[in-house]
């Protein structure tokens, strides 16, 4: 796999400028730059109430900042509403599963496909000829992605009753399935086994490499941000403290302060390799 | 758009209209083996079914509580009933027009409150239908007439220029017939929008609105399309009942009728078409066949629920969730799991 990283600024995906949510007195995220290059898979790491989440959060719409603003292929994405945003091609995950469990696979997956379809309430009480079209199409591309994640033979079992590392690659599917230009991915890996995470890894690699994606992820498990990231965003505290290439950022004294701990007064600044 | 219908689904098929051809075949045959008497139990097992299927929407398909669906039934009779008695406006033009009062009433008063969540919502409906039966007591630009309601009702007719009458609704018989043969329409057409891409967004909702938002799915307006498809259809539900009794009074749209709405859908199971139609059938034939138990009719009533509620929390006839009707040919094209 070859690096990406250029350091021309023309072709980012996602920018964030001087992003800052703030939560009554705490101000979670502080002023965060960001910025996701089309086709790289850039990882947010960062010590639990880093402000990870937050930032995916107000990204992807359901938090409003309170400062700064959020980029997206160029147009100022900030404060809209989430299905806006998904439908303009940001498609997430969340780090507790949150997928639609009384519904079958298949239909779970059909939700990415939603905010590309406009049939409305007559067409859909009349079935029109186009709107049965539209279904159709809807369900050729889940099913492809169903397919994509190897959930094919599950299809019409209940979200709820499969396995838990299985209920982590349907939400995968179901956001690839509103066909995203950035997919973001709130630690996919979490409860995973070291097997599952193995598949994970090369899955999203594959991925990368087969479709025209960018990837955002945040990530515990140090194995698969080294193995998969282009680069690698330190936050600590609410603010970036670092970021680089995965091999410096392990190098890097205050990526370690701040995983382990020192003082706790300490503030650094971003070290941009 | 031709499909390869599998063997089993064909089978599927198949059972399903050995059980649907002999239930609508003993519908058109019941209303000439019985008295009027009868036929008109029949006709309000009709009324709340319609009234079954309106609220199944907004509770059964989105899961939000709204305990002043009476409220949308009783728009739907007033505005039936003025119209007809003081315009002459016939019954069924008003049958669309009191579906959309009723719809209008609904999109105008859940708008600013749409985003308030379970129980807080419920407390905004219960407080609608309380409003609404109270400004019909309070006879507002004497429209209403108060307590008493408003009385002579015409029956529905169909009459042609030149030709004169043609058909008149002044039967038991025919209201039977009338108020089935919406039940059957609604049917059909909400049947077509469970398995449309509108019904799917409706059940991502009720499974977890955060998700279905992060997944493209605009949740106000479609909790917004539920209230107000819902209250449509008790407003013709409400049309059907103003002209079959010819007489509208607040006293038939109390907390209730609501209460006994809410009912049909727990009972029969939560979005589940045939649920409802056997939880209205509960709800209208109980009270007739505990006729001779009438003092004991609620508590009979309350156990019921409570021993469904603990044995059966689904309903009577919970929505299946299996495959999807609509399958294309990627199964039958040998593709299948790496």
Redo the contacts between chains.
Sequence with gaps: MHRRRPHCTHDAVLETVGLTKIFGGLTAVNAVDLKVHKGEILSLIGPNGAGKTTVFNVV?G?YRPEQGRVLFKGRDITGR???RI??RGI??T?QNI???????C??NV???Q??R?K???FT????T?G??R???R???IS??RL?QV?L??VR?E?AKNIAYGSQRMLEIA??LA?GPDLLVLDEPSSGLNPRETEDLMAFLKALIEDDDVTILLIEHDMNVVMGISDWVVVLDGGRKIAEGRPEDIYANQEVIEAYLGKDDGEEGHGSAA | MEQVISPEKKGLRNSRLFILVPVIAAFMVYPFLVSDYFIDIAFFFGIYALLGLSLNIVLGEVGLFDLGHAGFYAIGAYTTAILNTKFGIPILVLIPVAALAAALFAYVVFSPVIHLQGDYLLIVTLGMGEIIRQALINNPFDLTGGPNGVFGIDFPRIALPGIGEIFVCDSSIKYYFLIWAIVGLTIIGLKSLQNSRIGRAWNYIREDEVAANATGIDSRHYKLLAFVLGAGLAGVAGNVYACKLMVVSPESFTFWESCLMFCIVLIGGMGSIPGVLIGAAFISLFPEIFRPFAMYRMLIFGSAMILMMMFRPGGAWPRKRGAVEFRSLLEDSGRSDA
């Design positions: 992807t359901i509403k989430p299905h998904v439908s498609a997430r969340f949150r997928l639609f469990p009384d519904m079958t298949l239909e059909m939700a990415g939603h905010c379809g049939a409305g309430l859909s009480v009349f079935k000829p709107q049965r539209e279904e159709r809807i369900l050729e099913e492809r397919q190897n094919w033979r019409d209940l179901r956001a509103s």
